[in-house]
Every structure is written in C-alpha cells, then in structure tokens.
C-alpha cells in the first residue's frame, strides 16, 4: 500500500481495543478474504483488536479457512441456530467493551470502521450504525419494497428517521448490547431489534454512511418469510416499548372512517347509517383506551432496561453525593482540593 494514503490513525479508536465479531454459515467462498481485509484496515489504522469468528453449525470449511488467519478465534455452534445466535456467542466471548459486527460475505466495506469507532468514542454515542446510504450500495430490486415498508414502519415506531434499520456493519458498546439480551432474537432481526430497543430506551445511535457490495456466494435470506418475520417483530417492539405509537394513528383511522362513513350514508342514502357508524366509532374509542392502558402498564412497571438504566442513575448520582459531603479537619481539605 502506498503509505501516502494510508489512512490517519484515529486517535482515539487507536487507544481502545475492540473485539470484531463475525458470524459466519456456509461462507467459506469469502471468508478469507474477508478476514484477510480486515486485517489489512484495522493494522493500517492503528487499532488494537480482537476477531471472532463464530461458525454458526457450517457444513463447508469457513470454520476451517478462518483457523488459517493469524490471531482469528474461531468459536463454533454444533448446529445452524441463526444470524442473531451466533451475534450473541461472539458478544458474550467478547474480550473488549467496543464491539463491532460485520458480515462474513464481502458485502460491507471495512474502511469505515476506523471511522465509525473514533465518532462513537469522540461523541460518546452507544452505537453507531453503517448506513447503506453511500455511492455504491447494491440492494437488489427486489427486496427494496419491502424495505421501505419496514423502514416507515419502524421510523413510526421510532418516532425518527432511521437511515438503515438491519445494517450488518456497526460499532457499539457490549454492555449496552447485554441490556437486551433477553430481548435480542436468534435470526436475521438481531439487528433491527437492537436498533428500535436503543432508540426507543434513550440510547443515543448514530449513523455512518457506507457502501454495500454484492454478495460472495449464495444468499441465506427468505425474502417473503423474513419480511413478514421482520413486520412481526417490529409491531411487538411497538407494543413493548412504544404502544401509543401504534394505538393512537390505528384509533384515528377507524374514527375518521366512522365519522366519514356516517356523513357518506346521509348524503348519499339519506339515512345515517347509525349502527355500522356507531361500531366503528366505539371500535376507535377501545384502541384508543387500550393504547393508553397499554401505556399506563408500560410506565408504572418499567422493563428490565430502564430499570437498570434508572439504577445507574441513582449510583452515580449517589457517588456525587457522596463526594460533596464534608468532612472534618484536614481530610475534608484532602478530599475537596484537587489539582486541576
């Protein structure tokens, strides 16, 4: 490489290790050379790293292929149990707090995890996403209606824009990934989960615009049966974290249609439609009513999430507490002068 566009070494990415973790099924066709860019960016950086591979039940060589990369962990699932099983192995092995996660197949460029690393650290955010927003970003056709409904979907549900929702490449903090883990799911939707869990718990999440290239070998991707999976799990996550965002526009439909279907029959029947208007409209009144119950219940009992978050709250506000309490004679002057 030419060390005139080497790139800089992030300052601070370069003081933190980080632990890059790739599931892998069936890829032994990209896998080492994979493995072998990786290592060829992260040296170029500077960073201190880790990466773990964890074989997710392969029935070819990529576990075999990976042993061959210098310094690589191999850890391996004895079955298939899925793309988000497999995430979760690699974060529970991990050794470092910074986790990366990236794709075994080729498609997610390995330049913009320097980056990505260095923003989270110099703006303190919990998770930063690569957004395939880029020049070159090669999504089949086929898969993009169904990405955009989930992405409404989810921005709905969200309450923001969110510029890639199920990105395979980002960089987070392990003990915030910990906070879901009983949450997290063992498929495809890993990724889609931890992003709705983050923003929808106060987490602050960022995005990193990146290129997406096509595959190495064969897809694992059921596009109607993960589309439909994916619409499941974000309407539960709805219902888990955010009710009313679900309830309150479904209540508003139903009685805008009770409500036009009443003034509709008058005009053009000359008889309101009295009991088919009165229906609709009490239907819109019972979403209604279980939207706000539902979030009654999801505010007077807090998930383990917010929980724990409130807990570190009141550690750390108890720590500064406790830092400004006085004490006598020459150890109160000890312990509140410090040098600047």
Do not use: C
């Amino acid at each position: 490489m030419n060390p005139g566009h080497e790139p800089a070494t992030p300052p601070l990415a370069a003081s933190q290790p980080v632990s890059i973790i790739i599931p892998a099924y069936n890829e032994e066709a990209g896998i080492g050379s994979v493995l072998a860019s990786l290592r060829r960016v992260l040296e170029a950086a500077g960073l201190v790293y880790e990466v773990v591979v964890v074989d997710d039940g392969s029935q070819d060589q990529t576990a075999t292929i990976a042993r061959r990369e210098i310094g690589v962990r191999v850890l391996q699932h004895r079955e298939n149990r899925g793309y988000g099983a497999a995430l979760k192995t690699g974060i529970r092995h991990a050794r470092h707090e910074l986790v990366v996660i990236t794709d075994a197949d080729g498609t997610y460029p390995h330049e913009p995890i320097p980056p990505m690393v260095e923003r989270l650290l110099a703006r303190e955010w919990d998770m930063v996403v690569g957004a395939r927003i880029g020049a070159h970003v090669a999504i089949p056709w086929l898969r993009r209606p169904a990405k955009w409904l989930i992405g409404r979907l989810a921005n709905l549900v969200a309450g923001e824009a969110i510029p890639d929702l199920n990105s395979g490449l980002r960089v987070f903090r392990r003990s915030a990934a910990l906070d879901f883990f009983d949450l997290l799911p063992d498929g495809f939707s890993f990724t889609t989960t931890i992003t709705l869990g983050m923003i929808t718990n106060g987490y602050l999440v960022d995005y990193f615009p990146i290129n997406y290239h096509a595959r190495i070998g064969r897809s694992k991707i059921r596009p109607i049966h993960d589309t439909l999976n994916f619409i499941q799990l974000i309407l539960r996550i709805a219902l888990y974290f955010a009710p009313l965002r679900i309830f309150l526009p479904l209540s508003g439909l139903l009685l805008l249609l009770g409500v036009t279907w009443g003034v509709l029959s008058v005009v053009v029947f000359e008889q309101l439609a009295d009991v088919s208007t009165i229906v609709i409209v009490m239907a819109a009144i019972q979403v209604a009513a279980t939207g706000l119950l539902a979030e009654l219940i999801h505010h007077r009992s807090p998930n383990a999430f917010q929980a724990r978050r409130q807990s570190d709250v009141v550690v750390e506000l108890t720590g500064l507490a406790d830092d400004a309490q006085p004490t006598d004679g020459a150890q109160s002057h000890e312990n509140h002068v410090r040098p600047s």
